[in-house]
């Protein structure tokens, strides 16, 4: 089992960026493909990206696409996305999700095994 720890959310201004951070304990997230959703107010929690165990492998959804980056550093357990070019429909809090399975990259939240707690970020217009 893994514990997952999310961290560098905030309050920003549109057009600026954040790297939001997931650290992992109890696992090597080397184990895991790893997903970044977001979950707004009212709405359900949506897809932004996978990275796969290797790191070599992406997936984004298209309303981040060009704008967000996944990456991972296995030896630190810890995986990053950065968000630039930040826009206030970005305001959402933010989880990371680890996926036993290797093989895929999940746009879908259901099939992922363990959850952070979130990061909220905030983009003001």
């Known amino acids: 089992q893994v514990q997952l720890v999310e961290s560098g959310g905030g309050l920003v201004q549109a057009g600026g960026s954040l790297r939001l951070s997931c650290a992992a304990s109890?696992?090597?997230?080397?184990?895991?493909?790893m997903g970044w959703f977001r979950q707004a107010p009212g709405k359900e929690r949506e897809f932004v990206a996978a990275?796969?165990?290797?790191?070599?492998?992406?997936n984004y959804a298209d309303s981040v696409k060009g704008r967000f980056t996944a990456s991972r550093d296995n030896a630190e357990n810890t995986v990053y996305l950065q968000m630039n070019s930040l826009k206030p429909e970005d305001t959402a809090v933010y989880y990371c999700a680890a996926d036993e399975d290797i093989h895929l990259l999940r746009a879908s939240p259901i099939g992922y095994d363990y959850w952070g707690q979130g990061t909220q970020v905030t983009v003001s217009s």
């Open positions: 109890g696992r090597t997230l080397s184990s895991y493909t």
């Open positions: 990275i796969s165990w290797s790191g070599r492998s992406t």
